[in-house]
């Protein structure tokens, strides 16, 4: 028997304070409301209780953000995607910003087992002023438990506002793309963090971010295997591949510290779950 289950978020600003609303079908909801920071800006965890997906499964997140305010999604673990050998396996969440709202996207890794079909994707919309970070980090296989990835795909999208679309499958026996040189080079943890406007980012803004990007990029372990750009201009990115999640994790929460400084003016801020 497959899960369907559907979560809707919505964050209003009230008086300064943003606050969240939601709505859920199924085992999918989200944590009570946390303000680490202050009244600002709301954090909230999504939970999925049966901990995993198989086949047939299908999880519809829907982040709807109101003018003003200002939300932290994240998760209180990893996202699992089980071994099937039945449909694929759906995540998908739809994200939607109105004018001058901000939200930070964070899951943690989403773990892809082998045998899999998973598929996850991400749809963003933003209006005129509303600014967007987000990440995602896939493993593919559990290599240090010696549970490799030898069977299975994995369909990853993201795309926000048709000015940016990041869409890839993986394949277990697609060795060019698993080992190849010039694909994964035998790494099994793909990493993106994107900042994404609803209007063009001045170059100022967009040049100063990267350079911070690529500053911390030389100074990581994963150096050879990162790099910082700006395929448009209301869209920056980073991408990252290595052999474990620890260490892309590492450097993504570096970058994403300081673009929240520099681009937001706000001090590095980690949801509380994250330290449990």
Known sequence: ????????????????????????????????????????????????????????????????????????????????????????????????????????????????????????????????????????LTALGLPAAGRPFVDGSVLQQVAIDGVWLERGIVRADDHRLMDGPLGLAGNRCLATLYFAAGDALPRERRTAALELARELIEAHPLAAQAGATAPHERVLVLRVLSPLVEPAMDLLTRVRNAWRMALWSLPPSLPRTWAL
């Not at 946390?34 to 999880?59: F, K, Q, T, W």
């Not at 673990?77 to 969440?93: D, I, L, M, P």
Request: one cysteine or more; aromatic letters at 6%.
């Open 1 to 136: 028997m497959s899960w369907h289950a559907r979560l809707q978020v919505h964050y209003e600003n009230a008086s300064g304070r943003t606050r969240a609303r939601f709505e859920h079908e199924g085992p999918l909801r989200i944590l009570q409301s946390l303000y680490p920071e202050g009244d600002a800006i709301c954090h909230n965890v999504v939970v999925h209780p049966p901990s995993g997906l198989v086949a047939g499964d299908r999880l519809d997140i829907e982040v709807d953000v109101d003018s003003g305010a200002h939300g932290l999604v994240t998760t209180p673990g990893a996202t699992r995607f089980y071994r099937s050998t039945g449909e694929v396996a759906v995540q998908s969440a739809r994200i939607t910003l109105q004018p001058n709202a901000r939200l930070e996207w964070l899951p943690l890794e989403t773990l892809c087992y082998s045998g899999c079909r998973a598929e996850n994707r991400v749809a963003v919309t933003l209006a005129s002023g509303a600014e967007l970070m987000g990440w995602d």
